[in-house]
Each structure stands twice: as C-alpha cells, then as structure tokens.
C-alpha cells in the first residue's frame, strides 16, 4: 500500500502540470491507452487469453469505469487547485469505504466509525471554507473522484480474493482505453507535446498502472477499512511535491483540516466497537 501510494502522488503531481497546457480527457486517454499497450507487451505473449479471463466480468467492467471516473474528475480538480488541498479532499475516500464496509463488505461498523467520518467531513469544511480561495468547480470534482474512489475500493476488495491482481489491472487499462477513445474525437485539441512531454505523458500510464497492481495485492491481504491508514502516506507526498514542484504549500488552516481528516481515519479503521472486529463472512 505504502508503494501504491508513492506512485499514485507521481501520477497526481505529474498530471498537474501536463494539465495545464493539454486537456484533461486526452491525458486520461494516454494513462490507459499507453497502460494497456505495455500490459499487451509485458504479459500477452506469455499469459495470452488468461489475461482476460474473468468469472465476474460485469464486476470488472463496473471497477473499471469507477477508476475512469476517479482519474477524470481528480485531474480536472488537480488542473485548478493546489496538489495538496486537492489530494486531502479525495481523503475523504478512507471515511467513506469505511462507512460503506458494512453494508457491502460485511465488515462491522460501529458508532465510532460513524463519529469519526462525521468529524472527518469537519476536517473537509477547513478545507473548502467560505473564506478560503479554492474554486468552487474544483472542489466538486475532488468530491466526485472521492465519491468514485470509494466504490472503487469496494469493489476492489469484493474482487481480489477471488480474481488474479494483472486481469483486474488489465481491465482496467481496456475499459479506460475504450471508453476514453471513444470520447477522444471531440476533445482533440491543443499543441502537440514535445518528446519530453510525450515522456511524461507516458509516463501517467506507468505510475498508474503500477500503482493499482500494488494496491490490488494489498487488498489481498488485509481488509478495507484496516488498510486505509496507510493511505495517507499519499498526502506528504502530495504537500511536499505540490510545494516543491508548483510552490504551492498549503495555509495553516488547510493544514488543520487535512490533520483532522488523517486522524479520523486513521481513528476510524483502527476503531472497534463492542469489542466486535474483523471481517464478517458469510
């Protein structure tokens, strides 16, 4: 997990600064169109139709696009709000796969997980506060990609104990690839990148393919909810990439806000309520 989410604060850094000068969908197009194409040349000569072979493949479509959706709405947040502020918003994401771990996952949760996601939405308010200079567009796209994410996860984990970690990558990189060319002839505009552009717009692909097969087998060994702390990880990144690389460093109060929400979720995976803990399998 730790892994993933150093990749992930790469693809979110990088995607910034591509977006302000080419337009979103064609950067999303090229993370899964180039992520398939190395996936076809790594692993299709050797793992051929195993690579596609699914016993859930409606599940992984529907993954697949939730990913869609999270890259699409995070890189437009990105594109007009700081790296750090932005990424703390999509944090949220912890607060609610706990939230939804009982109800779709099975795993119990308590009134403490419940007081720690409201008290974590508190942290967002400092975040997003009426005085505060984030635009109003952004913050509803860093909400929308929250939103996905957390289904993502869920998914993921209904998934991963019984489908192998490179189909669910692959599925990803075909459905996003397919999707986003199908809706790439009306966003086709803007300069041409440069080769060192080009690299770096290759380069989405790399972290973000990589990133989602570490995380894959993560969710592989551990459950959801008790996973989440170490997603975190990914906000120091973010703040030290989004001040480093775009002098961009977030307020105090910013800074408030996003320690509120990391403790709340760190709070609520770590949480036991009733001396209950654990997965409920059925």
């Not at 490179?166 to 060319?181: D, E, P, Q, R």
């Not at 770096?200 to 995380?215: C, N, V, W």
């Not at 760190?266 to 654990?278: N, P």
Request: proline residues 5%; positive net charge; glycine residues 8%.
């Amino acid at each position: 997990m730790l892994s993933a989410v150093f990749c992930f604060a790469l693809l979110d850094a990088t995607s910034k600064h591509l977006s302000q000068t080419f337009n979103v969908p064609l950067l999303v197009w090229a993370r899964y169109s180039v992520h398939l194409l190395l996936m076809l040349i790594l692993f299709g000569p050797s793992r051929r139709l195993r690579l596609i072979a699914t016993a859930r493949p409606i599940a992984q479509i529907a993954r697949a696009l939730l990913l869609v959706g999270v890259t699409g709405f995070a890189m437009a947040a990105f594109r007009v709000m700081p790296l750090a502020e932005t990424t703390a918003l999509l944090f949220i994401t912890p607060l609610i796969v706990a939230l939804l771990a009982g109800p779709m996952l099975g795993e119990h949760v308590g009134s403490r997980r419940w007081l720690a996601a409201l008290a974590g939405f508190g942290g967002t308010l400092l975040i997003v506060r009426p005085s505060g200079d984030l635009p109003a567009d952004g913050i509803v796209f860093a909400m929308l990609a929250a939103l996905c994410y957390s289904f993502y996860h869920v998914q993921t984990r209904r998934l991963a104990s019984t489908e192998q970690p490179l189909t669910m990558v692959f599925y990803t990189a075909l459905v996003g690839t397919v999707t986003m060319s199908l809706a790439l002839p009306w966003n086709w505009y803007g300069p041409m990148p440069s080769v060192g552009q080009a690299v770096m717009i290759a380069s989405l692909a790399l972290y973000g393919g990589l990133g989602h097969y570490l995380l894959t087998h993560a969710f592989r060994h551990a459950t959801a909810s008790r996973l989440a702390p170490f997603l975190y990880a990914q906000l120091i990144w973010a703040t030290l990439l989004g001040g480093l690389w775009h002098g961009q460093w977030p307020d105090l109060i910013s800074i408030a806000g996003m320690t509120v929400i990391v403790g709340c979720g760190i709070f609520a995976a770590m949480a036991k309520d009733d001396a209950r803990m654990g997965l409920k399998r059925g």
